[in-house]
């Protein structure tokens, strides 16, 4: 039999979302999966101690028992911990999917839009090229209080989620911003111009003074449809379209 290959020529782009989708499969089944096994073998041991302390040997199921019992508390702890990291990556993944849905309107612009840009140890969630400018946008879906009213205020310099000062947000957009202009720098040989962007899906944004749009933005996901859209054009389609190549062709290296 002659051999055969797959008919795709290169790997296709990530999806929003798509790198926590493989952190939450790697915690789920790497690491909650052992502290499953755990509280099946103990549940298993205790069962078949208890099922012999009936027959004529009477052994005594106490100490196999007591054992399960600490290793079931201690699984079922670490476990929790796990549900709860999934719960928070979750959010975060669909938090990043609904804003990558919104973004999918630029196409019909003839904008580029790219997902899931991975670095080493970090990830661009979503970057739109335009003849408006490069946006490096980072998604960042938090849980609310659900018993009283909070919001998002940005002043330029300072964020304020809830209350609580966020401003590691701002250094770690601007971050991949840079990173991701210094990447297009060497592949291109041009110097792009990149936007940093924060969106918050679900909370009210407040922005206070003249600075608070000049740098970075920060935004709900709906509006940041219509602050791409009002900047002034800077790129030419050519350098669109060279800058989308560039990035895509990184994009598939990494597969």
């Not at 309107?105 to 970090?122: A, M, Q, T």
């Not at 009213?149 to 590691?168: C, P, R, T, W």
């Not at 991949?176 to 924060?198: C, D, H, M, Y």
């Amino acid at each position: 039999m002659k051999s055969k290959k797959s008919p795709l020529k290169e790997p296709p782009l990530h999806n929003p979302g798509q790198s926590l989708d493989e952190e939450i499969d790697k915690v789920m089944n790497e690491d909650g999966g052992s502290y499953i096994v755990m509280i099946i073998l103990s549940l298993a041991l205790a069962i078949n101690e208890w099922f012999r302390w009936y027959h004529p040997s009477t052994p005594s199921p106490w100490t196999i028992t007591s054992a399960a019992v600490i290793i079931i508390g201690f699984s079922m702890i670490k476990y929790g911990r796990i549900l709860k990291r999934v719960r928070s990556l979750r959010l975060g993944r669909d938090g990043e999917k609904i804003v990558g849905q919104h973004l999918e309107e630029l196409r019909e612009k003839g904008y580029s839009v790219l997902h899931d840009i991975v670095g080493k140890d970090f990830n661009v969630d979503h970057v739109v090229i335009s003849p408006n400018g490069i946006f490096a946008i980072e998604t960042k879906t938090l849980s609310k209080p659900a018993s009283r009213n909070a919001n998002v205020v940005f002043d330029g310099s300072s964020l304020l989620v809830d209350g609580h000062e966020k401003n590691k947000y701002l250094t770690q957009v601007k971050s991949e911003a840079n990173w991701l202009r210094t990447l297009l720098k060497e592949s291109t040989g041009k110097a792009f111009p990149v936007k940093p962007v924060i969106v918050f899906p679900g909370w009210y944004i407040q922005s206070v003074g003249p600075e608070a749009h000049r740098d970075t933005w920060v935004l709900h996901p709906k509006a940041l449809l219509s602050f791409i859209g009002n900047q002034k054009e800077q790129l030419p389609q050519e350098d669109v379209q060279l800058a989308t190549y560039h990035l895509s062709r990184y994009i598939k290296t990494l597969k």
